[in-house]
Nanobody
Framework: QVQLVESGGGLVQAGGSLTLSCATS????????MGWFRQTPGKEREFVAR????????EYTDSVKGRFTISRDNAKKTVYLQMNSLLPEDTAVYYC??????????????????WGQGTQVTVSS
C-alpha cells in the first residue's frame, strides 16, 4: 500500500515562505511523476507543479512560476514544494499526488493515482 504524507503547511504573512514536504512509503515506482495540487472550498483541485523523479524535469502553473520550486530527494522518497513570495490567493489545502503511468497530461488530477491527505496553507494579507 502506497501512502503519501504531506507536512509543512501553516499560517504565514503575505510575502513569506513555506516549504511543504511529501513523504512516500510503500512500493512505488520512481519513474512516474509526482505533483502538487491545491484546492479551495467550492473549487476544483488546481495543478501547481509536477516533477519527474528520475530526470528532475519540472512544470509549473503560470501563477506560481518564479515563486514556487518543486524538488525531490529520491533517497528519502520525498518531494518538496518551496513556496516563496506567498500571496493571499495561494491560500488553499495543498495535496501531494503520485502518478503510476508515464503518458498523459500531468497537469490534470485525473492522471494521478495516489493522493495525500492534504495540508492547509493560509496566507494572511
Amino acid at each position: 500500500q502506497v501512502q503519501l504524507v504531506e507536512s509543512g503547511g501553516g499560517l504565514v504573512q503575505a510575502g513569506g515562505s513555506l516549504t511543504l514536504s511529501c513523504a512516500t512509503s510503500g512500493r512505488t515506482d520512481s519513474g512516474p511523476p509526482m505533483g502538487w495540487f491545491r484546492q479551495t472550498p467550492g473549487k476544483e483541485r488546481e495543478f501547481v507543479a509536477r516533477i519527474w523523479r528520475n530526470s528532475g524535469s519540472t512544470e509549473y502553473t503560470d501563477s506560481v512560476k518564479g515563486r514556487f520550486t518543486i524538488s525531490r530527494d529520491n533517497a528519502k522518497k520525498t518531494v518538496y514544494l518551496q513556496m516563496n513570495s506567498l500571496l493571499p490567493e495561494d491560500t488553499a489545502v495543498y495535496y501531494c499526488a503520485a502518478a503510476i503511468g508515464y503518458v498523459g497530461d500531468f497537469s490534470k488530477a485525473t492522471n494521478y493515482f495516489y493522493w495525500g491527505q492534504g495540508t492547509q496553507v493560509t496566507v494572511s494579507s
